[in-house]
């Protein structure tokens, strides 16, 4: 009898299993690590429909029992343990990334290329993805807790974000409102309705990708022994190749 099962689910689907508990991490994982780059890199592939990789997990109950801990950001009064359904063991950093930037109000607590601790916000140029796909890598920017973007050693503001009447004029979408922006759509139809017409072709080229992404998932199922689980976890995160 096969000990897993593979599948597709929905991105959507799984961030809200993360915030509400469902999907925890078993507490042998190793922290969250994942710095700005990487986290820029995710989001422009799979607005460009690239593979990321396929995420694997397990059935929680049976005999492989282990501690578990939300993922970094959740509530934990909102993820007991009565909810579990699934622990991940490989694909930490990518649902823990996407659940940051996707489905918090907050910023995101990063690094940079240096390991400094950094709090981003991350917004999408809109004018500048419409120009071309090949322009993404450009077009999806992250800036400090202010939103503001300055330069000339910090004397001259290049960009400010700071307010959603901000964002409407500067026509900057912001990433955790990519899968529910109707607020953010009627803000900028009263600022200015003459923008929304091309913004609504920015939500069915760039949007609706992040919306329809579909992740491959390996489910391991409950009745692997805990010794099978270790062994599957050791070789994913010893044989993985780094995200490019």
Same mark, same amino acid.
């Given at each position: 009898? +096969?000990?897993?099962? !593979?599948?597709?689910?929905?991105?959507?689907?799984?961030?809200?299993?993360?915030?509400?508990?469902?999907?925890?991490?078993?507490?042998?994982?190793?922290?969250?690590?994942? #710095?700005?780059?990487?986290?820029?890199?995710?989001?422009? !592939?799979?607005?460009?429909?690239?593979?990321?990789?396929?995420?694997?997990?397990?059935?929680?109950?049976?005999?492989?029992?282990?501690?578990?801990?939300?993922?970094? *950001?959740?509530?934990?009064?909102?993820?007991?343990?009565?909810?579990?359904?699934?622990?991940?063991?490989?694909?930490?950093?990518?649902?823990?990334?996407?659940?940051?930037?996707?489905?918090?109000?907050?910023?995101?607590?990063?690094? #940079? +290329?240096?390991?400094?601790?950094?709090?981003?916000?991350?917004?999408?140029?809109?004018?500048?993805?419409?120009? *071309?796909?090949?322009?993404?890598?450009?077009?999806?920017? !992250?800036?400090?807790?202010?939103?503001?973007?300055?330069?000339?050693?910090?004397?001259?503001?290049?960009?400010?974000?700071?307010?959603?009447?901000?964002?409407?004029?500067?026509?900057?979408?912001?990433?955790?409102?990519?899968?529910?922006?109707?607020?953010?759509?009627?803000?900028?139809?009263?600022?200015?309705?003459?923008?929304?017409?091309?913004?609504?072709?920015?939500?069915?080229?760039?949007?609706? @990708?992040?919306?329809?992404?579909?992740?491959?998932?390996?489910?391991?199922?409950?009745?692997?022994?805990?010794?099978?689980?270790?062994?599957?976890? @050791?070789?994913?995160?010893?044989? *993985?190749?780094?995200?490019?």
């Amino acid at each position: 009898m +096969s000990t897993f099962d !593979s599948t597709k689910t929905r991105l959507a689907t799984l961030l809200g299993d993360i915030v509400t508990g469902k999907i925890q991490l078993p507490d042998f994982q190793r922290g969250w690590v994942w #710095d700005d780059e990487h986290i820029r890199s995710l989001l422009v !592939s799979i607005a460009r429909s690239f593979p990321v990789g396929a995420i694997m997990l397990l059935e929680f109950g049976g005999d492989a029992k282990f501690k578990v801990r939300p993922v970094e *950001g959740v509530d934990p009064t909102k993820a007991t343990p009565n909810k579990l359904e699934k622990l991940i063991l490989d694909g930490q950093q990518r649902l823990t990334s996407l659940t940051q930037v996707l489905m918090f109000k907050e910023p995101v607590e990063t690094r #940079d +290329s240096k390991k400094k601790l950094l709090k981003r916000y991350y917004y999408i140029d809109i004018e500048l993805a419409l120009s *071309g796909k090949e322009n993404y890598e450009s077009a999806i920017i !992250s800036l400090d807790p202010d939103r503001i973007l300055r330069e000339n050693f910090g004397r001259d503001i290049k960009l400010d974000l700071s307010t959603p009447e901000q964002e409407y004029r500067n026509f900057f979408f912001p990433c955790n409102q990519i899968l529910n922006s109707d607020a953010w759509e009627e803000g900028l139809n009263n600022y200015d309705p003459s923008k929304f017409g091309l913004y609504m072709k920015f939500r069915g080229q760039v949007l609706n @990708e992040f919306r329809s992404y579909d992740l491959p998932i390996i489910e391991l199922n409950r009745a692997n022994s805990k010794e099978a689980v270790c062994l599957v976890f @050791e070789k994913v995160n010893t044989g *993985g190749e780094p995200l490019t």
